[in-house]
Every structure is written in structure tokens, then in C-alpha cells.
């Protein structure tokens, strides 16, 4: 949607890392997320991160927030062939919940 | 396999028609959150029901309606077809979510994918 902004495509080398950046737009956002989506599934949550954070990390995953510009980004570490997908930003104000359009991540060899 | 059913998975039917699409939580999760997925406007929530009552509303058109069954399964009807309905129609459910959207963990169904001729 329009509250929520990322780049369509990303292209990644095998073992490189990925990095996935969205921008938002309400301030009082409370939570934001990311999901992956593999082709003909479901969404399937990675992570998300509460507002008043600046950073978590889930092994491979490194999320990093910088609230005062709205800008949410997703590090992939070691990316493997089966992170190839869709991957959504997403926020909530508890009462709204925002998607981006998704960014498409393709893994070469 | 997230533990959510959707049925069908697929349908196909005709402008001016009406469908049910059903949806059956995870076990314990009071929970259920609808989306549409489509090109044109990409992952939009709809509407989430906890414990039988109506909690959050999104996009959701006044041709579309849903309700949360004592059982927990939902289903979202969707009446007066238009192509432009055509959409893949995501289920999720989650635990709590008394106050609004959940902000924790949701699991999606696999969806059911609306084809209007």
C-alpha cells in the first residue's frame, strides 16, 4: 500500500548477503514485521520488531529500525537458494495493518 | 504446514455471483485475520474477527462481509462479483488479538484464489 514503501526486485549472489530496506510513513506505528512469501504459498512472519527497538537479530536475520526516518531494513546473511521469494514489510498500529508491495529476491548461483 | 485450512482452493466463477470462502484457525487460536492478495493492489488486510466479535476492519468492501462462527472457523462472503475481485484470499489466525491486531505472530492458510469471468 501506500504506507509502506520498498524496492521491487533484488538480485543476490549465492553466500552474499541481502539486504531489504522499506519505508513507512505513521509514526504510530507499534510494530513492524516482515514476511516471506515462497511461490503458491502463504505469508510465513520472519520477524518483527517492536518500535522502540533499534535492532534484532534471529540468526541469519538482522533487522534495523531508525524511527525518526521511518526506514525498516532486513539483512540476510549468507543467502542460500531457498531464500528466494517475496518479501513483505509490514506495520501495525494495532488497529491497521499495512503491507508493502513486496520486494522479489532472487538468489544466483 | 501452519496448522490454518482454506476451502476451496480454488474458485472460479462469474461476475454478479456470490462466494463463500471458509477458513479454520490453529487449534487454541481465537484469532482470524482475511487479506486479499492481488496485482493491482498488492497485500491489503480486510477485516479480523476474535472470538466471534468483529475487532479490526481494513479495505474491505461493503460487498464483502464476514463472521466468526462459536467454533472459530470463519467465512468471508463475497457478493455482486466484479473481475477485479479476482484475488488470492489469505486466512490467518493467531492467538490473542482481544485488543486489535495482534501484534505477535500470525500464521497464514495456504488461501483460495478467486477467479471472476
Known amino acids: 500500500g501506500e504506507d509502506v514503501e520498498q524496492s521491487l526486485f533484488l538480485s543476490v549472489r549465492e553466500g552474499d548477503s541481502s539486504v531489504i530496506n522499506c519505508t513507512y510513513t505513521d509514526s504510530s506505528s507499534t510494530y513492524l514485521y516482515w514476511y516471506k512469501q515462497e511461490p503458491g504459498a502463504g505469508l510465513q512472519l520472519l520477524t518483527y520488531i517492536f518500535s522502540n527497538m533499534d535492532m534484532k537479530q534471529d540468526q541469519r536475520l538482522t533487522v534495523l529500525l531508525n524511527k525518526k526516518d521511518k526506514h525498516l531494513s532486513l539483512r540476510i546473511a549468507d543467502t542460500q537458494t531457498g531464500d528466494s521469494a517475496i518479501y513483505f514489510c509490514a506495520e501495525t498500529n494495532d488497529y491497521k495493518l499495512s503491507f508493502g508491495a513486496g520486494t522479489t529476491v532472487t538468489v544466483r548461483a | ?117
Not at chain 2, 472457523?73 to 493467531?94: M, P, Q, R, T, V
Open chain 2, 1 to 117: 504446514d501452519s496448522g490454518v485450512t482454506q476451502t476451496p482452493k480454488h474458485l472460479i466463477t462469474a461476475t454478479g455471483q456470490r462466494v463463500t470462502l471458509r477458513c479454520s484457525p490453529r487449534s487454541g487460536d481465537l484469532s482470524v485475520y482475511w487479506y486479499q492478495q492481488s496485482l493491482d493492489q498488492g497485500l491489503q488486510f480486510l477485516i479480523q474477527y476474535y472470538n466471534g466479535e468483529e475487532r479490526a476492519k481494513g479495505n474491505i468492501l461493503e460487498r464483502f462481509s464476514a463472521q466468526q462462527f462459536p467454533d472459530l472457523h470463519s467465512e468471508l462472503n463475497l457478493s455482486s462479483l466484479e473481475l477485479g475481485d479476482s484475488a488470492l484470499y489469505f486466512c490467518a489466525s493467531s492467538v490473542g488479538g482481544t485488543g486489535g491486531i495482534w501484534v505477535g505472530e500470525q500464521f497464514f492458510g495456504p488461501g483460495t484464489r478467486l477467479t471472476v469471468l
